[in-house]
């Protein structure tokens, strides 16, 4: 009885280890996603020109992340002044932060760029400068996706100059006041005639 156990207990493992044997493999995982590859700054200086043809562009080559100064160089520096506003872009155009040029020296501008927003990283050498020299420093939204920022509004047209001026009132002519009359003179009273005189007896 015991042995016809056994024999029941190891016809019943080989049944089951069986049926492991013939399941299924597990299918691979999928394969991971490509990861983008950054832009090179020749081909991020075209997106963003033909974006905006006056777009300023360059890249970060040096940074002191204690002092928030960023050197940017390949850039033409003979068209900034100190005070111009520079925008700080990752590879891939995404904004990082905006900064202010303080010097421009030895080819290169000194940026000093603000404490970047919350998720945003500070600047690296290889980012991206950008600078849309139209008065209006380059917002980080409109930036990233490569738009131009958007034209200031069109000035108001000016007056039409041909115009004739108004007429000039003429003055009124001064009344004129007529020469007071000269005191008439009564005439000479005539000389009273004279009386015959009497004729000489001759």
Request: net charge negative.
């Amino acid at each position: 009885m015991l042995q016809r156990r056994w024999i029941g207990v190891v016809v019943l493992a080989g049944v089951l280890g069986g049926c492991a044997n013939h399941q299924p493999p597990t299918p691979p995982p999928p394969p991971a996603q490509p990861v983008g590859t950054p832009l090179s700054f020749a081909a991020a200086r075209d997106q963003l020109t033909r974006a905006n043809p006056n777009a300023e562009v360059g890249s970060v080559v040096a940074v002191l992340p204690e002092s928030n100064l960023a050197a940017v160089g390949n850039i033409p520096v003979a068209n900034f002044r100190v005070g111009d506003a520079i925008t700080f872009l990752d590879g891939d155009l995404n904004s990082l932060t905006l900064g202010t040029v303080v010097r421009i020296q030895n080819g290169n501008l000194h940026v000093r760029y603000d404490a970047p927003p919350a998720g945003h990283r500070l600047p690296e050498v290889g980012d991206i400068a950008v600078r849309i020299p139209n008065g209006v420093p380059a917002s980080p939204q409109s930036t990233a996706s490569g738009d131009a920022a958007p034209p200031s509004a069109p000035p108001a047209p000016a007056a039409p100059t041909d115009t004739p001026p108004a007429p000039t009132p003429t003055p009124a002519p001064a009344p004129v006041t007529p020469p007071a009359p000269e005191p008439s003179t009564p005439p000479a009273p005539a000389p009273a005639p004279s009386a015959p005189q009497p004729e000489m007896n001759k």
